[in-house]
Nanobody, 115 residues
Framework: QVQLVESGGGLVQAGGSLRLSCAVS????????MGWYRQAPGKQREFVAS???????NYADSVKGRFTISRDNTKNTVYLQMNGLKPEDTAVYYC?????????WGQGTQVTVSS
């Protein structure tokens, strides 16, 4: 059974930092592209960042220069370091793992940024 377990969300003031973690089942982690998505109330889920098996990264324009995605292959864990947080970053953040045609999602972790 594939598992993606997120942690690290919480409440932070604008300008602050948080680091999200996502622990992934070992047998898929090394083969899959890992990513983070978010969904704010009343809005569609949107892409935040992704990292390939070779370490190549992509970011949404809204988070470039503030967020950093990384993966630790020894711990089967992907991270999202979020700096310079803004109230508009408030959302439920979801970990994603994909390798065509399969895709998996975590349960989500709430990030709330107060102004």
């Amino acid at each position: 059974q594939v598992q993606l377990v997120e942690s690290g969300g919480g409440l932070v003031q604008a300008g602050g930092s948080l680091r999200l973690s996502c622990a992934v089942s070992a047998y898929i982690f090394s083969r899959n592209v890992m990513g983070w998505y978010r969904q704010a109330p009343g809005k569609q889920r949107e892409f935040v960042a992704s990292i390939s098996t070779s370490g190549s990264t992509n970011y949404a324009d809204s988070v470039k220069g503030r967020f950093t995605i990384s993966r630790d292959n020894t711990k089967n864990t992907v991270y999202l370091q979020m700096n310079g947080l803004k109230p508009e970053d408030t959302a439920v953040y979801y970990c994603n793992s994909r390798r065509w045609p399969d895709e998996y999602w975590g349960q989500g972790t709430q990030v709330t940024v107060s102004s």
